[in-house]
């Protein structure tokens, strides 16, 4: 199975979980190239932008399992669906970019209840 998971995440909790709201930036580490242009998502329910990043960096066996798996490739951003603020990723390794294509239309109509 080439592609393995969407991650929808909301944008408060997120910041919660790094201990600063304040710092909105996206740190990346050496050895992850990112496409330099934002691409937009305008669905019925959700619109943002996100990012196509490629991660070039060996992985030890411990961050594999805390990562729950090894993933080269990602689609990053963020969505706003009925006015609230999301983050998402998309991740997928060699051959898996077709799927993981539908999974990021299919966040174009993603609704929260």
């Known amino acids: 199975m080439p592609f393995?998971?969407?991650?929808?995440?909301?944008?408060l909790a997120a910041f919660a979980a790094t201990g600063s709201a304040a710092d909105k930036r996206f740190t990346l580490e050496g050895g992850v190239q990112v496409d330099e242009?934002?691409?937009a998502i305008e669905g019925v329910?959700?619109?943002g932008f996100y990012?196509?990043?490629?991660?070039l960096r060996p992985k030890?066996?411990?961050q594999i399992k805390t990562a729950g798996g090894h993933y080269t490739d990602t689609y990053?951003?963020?969505l706003s669906i009925n006015s609230k603020a999301y983050l998402f990723e998309v991740v997928w390794n060699k051959g898996g970019e077709a799927a993981a294509n539908s999974a990021l239309a299919a966040l174009k109509t993603v609704r929260v209840q």
């Open 37 to 39: 242009e934002q691409k």
């Open 4 to 11: 393995r998971r969407i991650i929808l995440a909301s944008l």
């Open 60 to 62: 030890t066996k411990a």
């Open 45 to 47: 329910n959700a619109r």
């Open 51 to 55: 990012f196509k990043a490629h991660d």
């Open 76 to 78: 990053t951003g963020a």
